[in-house]
């Protein structure tokens, strides 16, 4: 399947080029809140009307892949832009720490058991891209894994190169298939993330979202940027294209993730089942049989 062109200053290049150093965390203009919100609501009824066609056509599937620090705003984002679809239609799918029987598997299968059939709408709120982003950082993690050659917390760069290769291969394939893939690279500043940090703990009703654990996070900043900058940089490409928002405005960064979904469902030219002519008359048929009773 040949991805829609789209046309964002966001979108991560194909040649392995992407500098995360280069890639702003706030909005390239200030649109305001009002504005932010009117496009917003464009573009969640244009998604809303290409999901339905997408569901009656049921030839495409779409997955959407939502990665970033702790408090970029993905749960909420993934709720606003997604509003107006039927839930039929849509699954969102959050990747937590791999329980035993996952990880008895390679690395792909507990989200390859997650992905949407034909005519349905699939988020990641974070996906296997976890284990060249979380695992990176932290190698210990591959200990459970049990990887034939792997011991300890060292591994060579190969290793990552290779994971990544199979990303790679896997979304072509998905690709092929006719999945539509978009991935977000949701780009809070660290000054950001502190900000929405103090907030949860400020707020009785956010005080729940805080977690300890994510103030050692924190400080591994610089390796974790640099995890997002390989994954971005070694991944992007034209069938499965990643896009680094800026996300220390969220009314601009739904706004923006909205307008790329709703471009790309657009960019897939969907149409509605035609019925054959014998089907059209069978139809007249039993229309014809309704009105008699």
């Given at each position: 399947?040949?991805?829609?062109?789209?046309?964002?200053?966001?979108?991560?290049?194909?040649d392995g080029g992407f500098r995360i150093g280069d890639s702003s965390?706030?909005?390239?203009?200030?649109?305001?809140?009002?504005?932010?919100?009117?496009?917003?609501?464009?573009?969640?009824?244009?998604?809303?009307?290409?999901?339905?066609?997408?569901?009656?056509?049921?030839?495409?599937?779409?997955?959407?892949?939502?990665?970033?620090?702790?408090?970029?705003?993905?749960?909420?984002?993934?709720?606003?832009?997604?509003?107006?679809?039927?839930?039929?239609?849509?699954?969102?799918?959050?990747?937590?720490?791999?329980?035993?029987?996952?990880?008895?598997?390679?690395?792909?299968?507990?989200?390859?058991?997650?992905?949407?059939?034909?005519?349905?709408?699939?988020?990641?709120?974070?996906?296997?891209?976890?284990?060249?982003?979380?695992?990176?950082?932290?190698?210990?993690?591959?200990?459970?894994?049990?990887?034939?050659?792997?011991?300890?917390?060292?591994?060579?760069?190969?290793?990552?190169?290779?994971?990544?290769?199979?990303?790679?291969?896997?979304?072509?394939?998905?690709?092929?298939?006719?999945?539509?893939?978009?991935?977000?690279?949701?780009?809070?500043?660290?000054?950001?993330?502190?900000?929405?940090?103090?907030?949860?703990?400020?707020?009785?009703?956010k005080n729940w979202k805080f977690n300890a654990g994510d103030l050692?996070?924190?400080?591994?900043?610089?390796?974790?940027?640099?995890?997002?900058?390989?994954?971005?940089?070694?991944?992007?490409?034209?069938?499965?294209?990643?896009?680094?928002?800026?996300?220390?405005?969220?009314?601009?960064?739904?706004?923006?993730?909205?307008?790329?979904?709703?471009?790309?469902?657009?960019?897939?030219?969907?149409?509605?089942?035609?019925?054959?002519?014998?089907?059209s008359s069978r139809l007249a048929e039993m229309r014809g049989l309704?009105?008699?009773?």
């Amino acid at each position: 399947m040949h991805l829609p062109e789209i046309d964002s200053p966001f979108l991560v290049p194909f040649d392995g080029g992407f500098r995360i150093g280069d890639s702003s965390t706030e909005p390239p203009e200030k649109l305001g809140r009002k504005k932010c919100e009117k496009r917003l609501r464009s573009s969640v009824a244009a998604i809303r009307d290409l999901q339905r066609v997408l569901y009656a056509q049921d030839h495409h599937s779409v997955l959407l892949v939502f990665q970033a620090m702790d408090a970029a705003g993905k749960d909420s984002t993934i709720r606003t832009v997604m509003s107006g679809v039927n839930p039929a239609g849509c699954q969102v799918v959050s990747f937590k720490k791999p329980t035993a029987n996952e990880l008895d598997h390679d690395f792909l299968w507990r989200s390859a058991r997650e992905l949407p059939e034909r005519g349905r709408i699939g988020i990641f709120n974070r996906s296997y891209y976890e284990e060249v982003l979380v695992v990176r950082v932290h190698p210990e993690y591959l200990g459970g894994q049990n990887i034939p050659g792997i011991s300890g917390t060292t591994v060579d760069e190969s290793f990552w190169q290779e994971r990544m290769e199979s990303i790679r291969d896997h979304e072509k394939h998905l690709a092929r298939n006719g999945t539509l893939i978009l991935k977000f690279f949701l780009n809070v500043s660290q000054d950001e993330q502190k900000n929405r940090f103090l907030r949860r703990i400020d707020r009785l009703d956010k005080n729940w979202k805080f977690n300890a654990g994510d103030l050692d996070e924190r400080k591994l900043w610089p390796s974790y940027m640099a995890a997002y900058e390989s994954a971005l940089s070694e991944t992007s490409r034209p069938w499965a294209p990643w896009f680094a928002i800026p996300a220390d405005s969220k009314p601009y960064m739904r706004m923006t993730i909205a307008g790329i979904v709703a471009g790309a469902l657009g960019g897939l030219g969907l149409q509605y089942p035609k019925l054959s002519q014998g089907e059209s008359s069978r139809l007249a048929e039993m229309r014809g049989l309704l009105e008699d009773e």
